[in-house]
Structures are given as C-alpha cells and as structure tokens.
C-alpha cells in the first residue's frame, strides 16, 4: 500500500514562494522598516520614551521626535489622522 503524495502546500504557502535570498530578505525587512517609520510616526516618540533613560535611549527618543515633527511639517501625517479621526467618529457612533 503506497502512501499518498504529500500535498503541495502543507502551510498555506506555495512551496516555490518559500525560497527567497538573504538579499531579497534583507530587502524586504528595509522596506516593511521603512513603510512603518512613515505610517507610525505619530506613535514612534511613544515607543521611544518607553525605553527607558539611558544613553543610547535618549539618542533615539531625540531621533523620534525629530523623525515625528519633519512628517508633520511636510503633512505626511494628514492620512493617518483622517484615519483615526474616522474610527473614533465611528467607534463613538456605534455606541450611542
């Protein structure tokens, strides 16, 4: 009695999609860094202050400011604030 083939996508993931090079991962994980530094600029000096008060902490509390306030000045954050604006609109509405 023969054992039936192993299916071809065991993890939802075809087998051929699972093959990338270091470099094509290393690219990614710049570019997913990159896209949440300018999407989540709003939430970054948080982040930062929770770290803590050490040297290396203040240094990136600084950088996240200044990261924060240049979006807001160039007006990259007006997006984000339609967003959150529109679900706390919605969120309040739902509740009433």
Same mark, same amino acid.
């Given at each position: /009695?023969?054992?039936?083939?192993?299916?071809?996508?065991?993890?939802? !993931?075809?087998?051929?999609?699972?093959?990338?090079?270091?470099?094509?991962?290393? $690219? /990614?994980?710049? !570019?997913? @860094?990159?896209?949440? %530094?300018?999407?989540?600029?709003?939430?970054?000096?948080?982040?930062?202050?929770?770290?803590?008060?050490? @040297? !290396?902490?203040?240094?990136?509390?600084?950088? %996240?400011?200044?990261?924060?306030?240049?979006?807001?000045?160039?007006?990259?954050?007006?997006?984000?604030?339609?967003?959150?604006?529109? !679900?706390?609109?919605?969120? $309040?509405?739902?509740?009433?």
């Amino acid at each position: /009695m023969q054992r039936p083939p192993p299916p071809k996508i065991t993890d939802g !993931i075809p087998a051929g999609a699972s093959r990338n090079t270091p470099l094509q991962l290393v $690219l /990614m994980l710049v !570019i997913g @860094t990159a896209l949440l %530094a300018l999407f989540a600029s709003r939430s970054l000096p948080t982040w930062a202050e929770a770290k803590g008060d050490g @040297t !290396i902490a203040m240094v990136v509390d600084d950088w %996240a400011e200044r990261w924060a306030d240049g979006l807001e000045r160039l007006g990259l954050t007006r997006p984000h604030d339609v967003v959150r604006r529109a !679900i706390r609109r919605a969120e $309040l509405k739902r509740w009433k």
